[in-house]
């Protein structure tokens, strides 16, 4: 596989994310190394699960929203961006968006919701000021008039709430078909995304 540090790496199929999906059982979380990376997304995934039972795009979105952490360096600026350009040929336009979109949410809920800093981790505050602090008012709206600003505010709490050394959750198996149902509908003829950018 391309060093995704120095050419952005585009995953071309499922087999090539789920292994991807299996490494990242060997890597521990830049967030708490009491968890791999692959934990914490089979947790946000699980989470996702009971809050948005309906969507699988943003379970989907989920389980793979941080698979560029170990390709990004300190502050983690860059891994959203990267782990959407990563899964967009497979995963289609939403779930690209979705994961883009997960860093500006945090953002979003921190400008929004005063008492949502403490709900963050110390790395992921750490990480909120290399990624550009608080929104501004202005971010604020913009954010705002997006279409799937429900499921992005979704997956940031998922997110936060996905840090649990030792918490039960189904395994990577469970969510493969998932995987091939989403990449199905998005290679589909006619196939529409919603989309979410900041």
Do not use: C, N
């Not at 089979?42 to 170990?70: E, F």
């Not at 995987?179 to 900041?198: K, M, Q, W």
């Amino acid at each position: 596989m391309p060093d995704p540090r120095s050419a952005a790496h585009r995953f071309t199929s499922i087999d090539e994310i789920i292994e991807h999906l299996r490494a990242l059982g060997q890597t521990l979380s830049v967030e708490d190394d009491a968890l791999t990376e692959l934990d914490h997304g089979l947790q946000t995934a699980a989470i996702l699960a009971v809050s948005a039972p309906d969507d699988l795009g943003v379970q989907v979105a989920g389980l793979v929203h941080d698979l560029a952490h170990p390709w990004d360096g300190p502050g983690q600026p860059r891994h959203a961006t990267m782990g959407a350009a990563a899964v967009v040929d497979v995963l289609g336009a939403r779930v690209a968006a979705l994961i883009r979109s997960h860093v500006p949410a945090k953002r979003y809920l921190v400008a929004t919701r005063p008492e949502y800093a403490a709900v963050l981790s110390a790395d992921s505050v750490m990480t909120l000021a290399a990624q550009g602090g608080p929104m501004s008012p202005g971010e604020v709206a913009e954010f705002e008039t997006h279409p799937d600003l429900v499921a992005a505010v979704l997956l940031r709490e998922a997110d936060d709430g996905a840090k649990v050394p030792g918490a039960e959750v189904p395994g990577l198996h469970h969510w493969e078909a998932a995987l091939r149902e989403v990449a199905a509908t998005h290679a589909a003829p006619g196939a529409t995304s919603g989309s979410v950018t900041a």
